[in-house]
């Protein structure tokens, strides 16, 4: 990390780092491997956000509330047995764990809304059924951007903390620091927010273009995520992430059942049209088979925020079990960093809408 004697000091005092990180020693209990699982439940508590991401500030009510970022009673609710669902999203006490179940009322749930705007945003996708509709693709997709922009933030404020109590972090090299890349992901969705922003004050909500995919059939999952994409589904480059300058380009992803079928929304900001036109219509013309195909590889390798009814997934054969779960720890990203392309509409081991 490259940190002047007058920069700002990372741990986020507000400071200049001369006169506040600068030199310290790094705490003891903290820095000792044996005590790692008590540092990383100490981290993500004390880096927890509670905020309202809605621009309109002052309507806000006083309580920000653990806001689901899939619905409760429309979705999580049909998904789980006994109150309780899986997610690939470990809880602090067992940051390595490949699922973990969840309460009905914790799953996906975050601290980005107050209670207010929580629903009074969401109500015609609450309230109504899923229409297609300009809004409800809208707010199908604010909502995914809004749990994943504040996660990167809590990520961020982790960093922070971590700072304080390891100090001796500043000598990392750049490219060794985990959070750089969190640090750049920030910086490229501000622009993203400020265009949600404005739509959600004017009540202008044309601002995405969006492929919609109906499958005639409820699964037993859901999921939303996004991601900033590099390669088309040919495998031709779309844009560079290595560019600091270049703010990257994201497509958001929802997946959920409803009635008795499935829908797949996949978004991206319309001023972002002419870069993923090619994209576009290699995903109009995929057969439904390489929908589902394409689906079940990209959910696992973009998000953690998916919803798996726990019987189903107990009953899967355990090969599929861990090859689900190996892409969703990151093993096709890594298999990309390396400069490999990962084919998107090569089938899986495992199908999730077999669940």
Known sequence: MKIGRNDPCPCGSGKKYKKCCLGKADDVYYSNPLNLLDTYKKLRKESRIRQCLHPNSYECSEKIIGAHSIQNNKIIKRLSSNGIVYMPCPKSDNPFAPMTLYGRKEATVFTGFCGYHD?????????RMFDKSIQHIFLYTYRCFAVEYHKKQEVVNMERNMFKIKPSLADMPDEDNPYRGM????????????????ALLTGNYDVLSSVVWEFDQPVKFAGTGFEAMTHDLEGNKIQDLLNPNVLAKHIFVMVFPEGEKTYCIISWLKENDELFARYKQQLLSLSEEKQKIYINNLLPMISENIVVNPEAWDNWEEYKRNEFCAIEFGIATLFEA?????????????DLFDL
Do not use: C, N, S
Request: charged share 35%; no cysteine.
């Open 119 to 127: 629903k009074t945003v969401f109500q015609p996708i609450e309230d």
């Open 183 to 198: 640090h750049m992901a920030i910086d490229d969705l501000q622009h993203v927010k400020r265009i949600f922003d404005t």
């Open 338 to 350: 390396e400069g490999d392309y990962w084919d998107r509409l090569e089938p899986p081991v495992y």
